[in-house]
Structures are given as structure tokens and as C-alpha cells.
């Protein structure tokens, strides 16, 4: 299940073994599934394709008062016991902060709340009606 590649222009070095770990807890804790390494009934793979950071708040002299974190991930998942489960898309999230606040002392926050809401909208998507 790992999301091997950072194809973002930023890389947030951690990233990739994060976001794995996040969707293989939120199996293990909300479901009866167990890990395989080959021939499961269902296989999620996937890169990271996007990391960015943007102003969001504009106020006066074109200054950010927010900036805003969003991590995009492109997953494929295949539902061996019904292919017609199966897709390939992406999934985006994101989290404001203010421009007071360095990138650096906020971001592994932002970065694990993106993370929970990623895995969150990946569950929804395959497993939540399984």
C-alpha cells in the first residue's frame, strides 16, 4: 500500500512513509481487514503529486495574512472481488495558517492534519460501503 514516489516540486522529506502509515492505521483501526503482501482482496497504491503553499487572504498592499498548505495524491485502487470498485484519482487537502507564523514551526501540524483528512476521504471512497 505504500505511496512511493514524491513527484511534488516541494518535498516534505517524511511525507510519503506518513501518509502510508496514516491509511494503514485508519484500515487497521476501522475495519477487519489484515495486510498482505500479495493477493489481497483489495490494493491501494500512489504518489504524491502535488505540495504546495499559496496565499489565500489577501489584505491591504497585496500582503498574505494566510497562507495555505495543500498536499494532492493520486491513488489507484483495485478491488479484487469487484472490479468495478476500481479507480484512479485524486485526492486534495489542505490547511490555512497565518503568515505570522513560520512554515517551519507549523508545518508537521498541518501536515498530519492534511494526512487524517486525506486518509479519511481515501476510506470513504473504498472501504466505507465495503
Avoid: C
Avoid at 9 to 19: E, G, M, R
Avoid at 93 to 111: K, P, R
Amino acid at each position: 500500500m505504500p505511496f512511493s514516489q514524491n513527484r511534488a516540486k516541494l518535498i516534505y522529506p517524511d511525507l510519503s512513509q506518513s501518509l502510508t502509515e496514516g491509511l494503514r492505521e485508519k484500515l487497521r483501526r476501522q475495519t477487519s481487514l489484515n495486510e498482505v503482501n500479495e493477493g489481497g482482496d483489495l490494493e491501494f497504491s500512489g504518489y504524491i503529486s502535488n505540495y504546495e503553499i499559496r496565499p489565500t487572504a489577501i489584505q491591504k498592499k497585496d500582503l498574505a495574512a494566510q497562507n495555505r498548505l495543500t498536499i494532492t495524491i493520486n491513488v489507484k485502487y483495485i478491488n479484487n472481488k469487484n472490479h468495478d470498485l476500481d479507480f484512479e484519482k485524486s485526492f486534495s487537502g489542505y490547511e490555512d495558517y497565518d503568515t505570522s507564523a513560520s512554515l517551519d514551526s507549523v508545518e508537521e501540524e498541518l501536515v498530519n492534519i492534511i494526512i487524517e483528512k486525506l486518509t479519511e476521504d481515501i476510506f470513504n471512497a473504498t472501504i466505507a460501503d465495503w
